[in-house]
């Protein structure tokens, strides 16, 4: 599996994608920097990044839309089918290497904490720090595997991508039509990290979605690649 993950996080950044995304997200997250930081003079970083987690809803799709339709457009399918590694194998490789483009962005927001701190004059809301970025981690894993499986249903990224934003942009208001359509809305399960609190409920939440469309996606592709 090692091998795909570097195989794709290397396909990432041979093409513009990798790049439009970091530059992308970090813009948009500059902007945001500024107008509730530096305008409103706001030094809560948690806060910063609860908004930049709204930002991911819109550029995920940028490393998801290609993840197997681009397979099918580029003629690799085959090649994808044939291979030695299970379809299982090649799935969850896929997941961990748009996670760690995910991961290397994350890393670069830190200058915003690190500007933030010396504001104020030092370190400061560590465990808060810590909590959003891993409720972030996992809210990308659930955007990322939804991503996927979007993907993995048509051979049009175009297609793919805008599914996938439209949708995951659906899933906002998911918890105003019902209370009982809240354990749908991955950004839902998101809000109490950026307030320093980690929700067994709500990280059981984003890791099923994770697994739900993981596993949906290995069984789209593994019928496809028996009907070949």
């Given at each position: 599996?090692w091998?795909?993950i570097?195989?794709e996080v290397k396909?990432?950044?041979?093409?513009?994608i990798?790049?439009?995304?970091?530059?992308?997200f970090?813009?948009l997250s500059?902007i945001?920097?500024?107008?509730?930081?530096?305008?409103?003079?706001?030094?809560e970083?948690?806060?910063?990044f609860?908004?930049?987690s709204?930002?991911?809803t819109?550029?995920v799709?940028?490393?998801?839309m290609?993840m197997?339709?681009?397979?099918?457009?580029n003629?690799?399918?085959?090649l994808?089918f044939?291979?030695s590694?299970?379809?299982?194998?090649?799935?969850?490789?896929?997941f961990l290497?748009a996670?760690?483009?995910?991961?290397?962005?994350?890393?670069?927001?830190?200058?915003?904490y690190v500007i933030?701190?010396?504001?104020n004059g030092g370190?400061t809301?560590?465990?808060?720090?810590?909590t959003v970025?891993?409720?972030?981690?996992?809210l990308?894993?659930?955007?990322?595997s939804?991503?996927?499986?979007?993907s993995?249903l048509?051979?049009?990224?175009?297609?793919?991508?805008?599914?996938?934003?439209?949708?995951?942009?659906?899933?906002?208001?998911?918890?105003?039509l019902?209370s009982?359509?809240?354990?749908l809305?991955p950004i839902n399960?998101?809000?109490?990290?950026?307030q320093?609190?980690?929700?067994i409920t709500?990280?059981v939440g984003?890791?099923?979605?994770?697994?739900?469309?993981?596993?949906?996606?290995?069984?789209?592709l593994q019928r496809?690649?028996n009907?070949?």
């Amino acid at each position: 599996m090692w091998a795909i993950i570097k195989k794709e996080v290397k396909n990432y950044f041979y093409s513009p994608i990798g790049y439009v995304f970091i530059g992308a997200f970090m813009l948009l997250s500059s902007i945001f920097f500024y107008l509730f930081v530096l305008s409103y003079g706001s030094v809560e970083f948690s806060g910063l990044f609860y908004s930049t987690s709204e930002l991911l809803t819109f550029t995920v799709a940028l490393l998801t839309m290609g993840m197997f339709a681009g397979e099918r457009k580029n003629g690799t399918e085959v090649l994808l089918f044939t291979s030695s590694k299970s379809i299982t194998s090649i799935v969850i490789g896929k997941f961990l290497a748009a996670l760690v483009v995910i991961l290397i962005t994350e890393v670069f927001s830190m200058i915003y904490y690190v500007i933030l701190c010396s504001f104020n004059g030092g370190i400061t809301q560590v465990a808060e720090t810590i909590t959003v970025l891993i409720g972030f981690i996992l809210l990308a894993g659930a955007y990322i595997s939804f991503g996927g499986f979007m993907s993995s249903l048509t051979e049009n990224q175009i297609i793919a991508g805008i599914t996938t934003v439209i949708l995951l942009l659906a899933t906002w208001f998911l918890p105003n039509l019902s209370s009982g359509f809240a354990m749908l809305s991955p950004i839902n399960f998101f809000q109490k990290y950026p307030q320093g609190i980690i929700s067994i409920t709500d990280t059981v939440g984003l890791v099923s979605i994770t697994v739900l469309f993981t596993v949906l996606t290995i069984i789209i592709l593994q019928r496809k690649k028996n009907l070949k």
